[in-house]
């Protein structure tokens, strides 16, 4: 049904106009109890074989929502209606940004991508604690994706982002630094060595000054040549961290069906969807294998199918988050590839 008459319809509509219409669809249906409950029966996949310990943290599935999607924790609790093992909200910002200007936001049917340029558009750090402050998440996994103000100097970066750390703390279950969204200018410098370093040590500082420490985790961009997935694992072991995220969306253009002159007359902005599906998994076959021992890999990125998820998983991830798959295969997706892992 989704594919067949819902998706071509949502289609016809401006990709973000229809991505703010979905939220106040899904509020309100799973606002009503019966029609929650069904929904749980429908899009749920349980199975023990399932279950999976990353991080230091239960999930009853490996399968989560990517950061971007729910930005502001608008839905959080009510995705794990739709099945899902976990959630990441975000990238929130210490002060709300509007984002770069409209239109942001393209489908590339033909080859099952999104161009995106949304530019941490968010309300902001105090309006996700006060909407986290109400959420009931039960077996939910909850995760913050962070990052810094446009407007904000890369060499004051760090109190951006330790902002977010501390006013979130008491709320999520792990944090994921940001720092490979190609949206905001000048972000994907601190991925460079010396200044990623300095971020994580910092955060890392604040974070074993806590009672008890929530992992620590980094997403990072799949346009990285070998030389500096090296220099990122090194300081994931300098950092201590407990996990990496791969991959944040492309740059790259190489291999589309849509022709060149609809994506030029795109622009910039980054890339998800089926034409990162190789060069995510060629990324995390490379980390799994050079990655210092206990740190633990998410895999994000080009996965459009329950095979998919499996072959990221087989290269050496410990849990999945989906986007781009999720617009393009509905809200089943979820319960599809949980299904497809148990055979």
Not at 197 to 222: C, H, M, S, Y
Not at 261 to 276: C, D, K, Q, R, Y
């Amino acid at each position: 049904m989704y594919k067949i008459i819902i998706r071509p319809l949502f289609f016809l509509i401006d990709p973000e106009r229809v991505h703010h219409l979905t939220f106040w669809g899904l509020k309100g249906l799973l606002a009503v109890l019966p029609i929650a409950w069904l929904w749980r029966q429908s899009l749920q996949y349980r199975h023990k074989s399932l279950e999976t310990e990353a991080f230091g943290l239960r999930f009853r599935n490996p399968v989560g929502l990517a950061a971007g999607f729910d930005k502001d924790a608008k839905l959080t609790a009510q995705w794990r209606h739709l099945g899902f093992g976990f959630v990441e909200v975000g990238t929130v910002t210490p002060r709300p940004q509007v984002g770069n200007p409209k239109k942001r936001l393209f489908r590339l049917p033909k080859d099952k991508a999104i161009i995106n340029r949304m530019g941490f558009n968010n309300a902001g750090v105090e309006a996700m604690v006060k909407r986290l402050e109400k959420v009931k998440k039960g077996d939910l996994v909850i995760g913050a994706n962070i990052g810094k103000n446009k407007d904000t100097p890369n060499d004051q970066a760090v109190e951006d982002y330790e902002i977010c750390f501390e006013k979130l703390f008491p709320y999520v279950d792990y944090f994921v630094v940001n720092v490979s969204s190609p949206n905001t200018p000048g972000l994907r410098e601190l991925q460079e060595k010396e200044p990623l370093t300095r971020l994580l040590l910092r955060l890392q500082q604040l974070n074993q000054g806590k009672d008890q420490p929530k992992p620590l985790l980094l997403k990072v961009a799949p346009d990285l040549t070998e030389s500096q997935f090296d220099d990122i694992l090194e300081v994931c072991r300098d950092a201590q961290l407990s996990g990496l995220i791969l991959t944040n969306t492309t740059i790259s253009r190489t291999g589309l069906i849509t022709p060149e002159a609809t994506v030029n007359a795109i622009g910039a902005g980054g890339l998800s969807g089926a034409p990162l599906t190789d060069r995510a998994q060629e990324a995390m076959a490379y980390v799994a294998k050079n990655k210092p021992e206990g740190l633990a890999l998410v895999g994000v990125g080009g996965i459009m199918t329950p095979q998919d998820a499996a072959d990221r998983l087989d290269a050496g991830a410990d849990l999945v988050q989906i986007y781009t798959g999720f617009v393009y295969q509905g809200p089943g997706f979820v319960r599809r590839i949980c299904k497809y892992l148990c055979k």
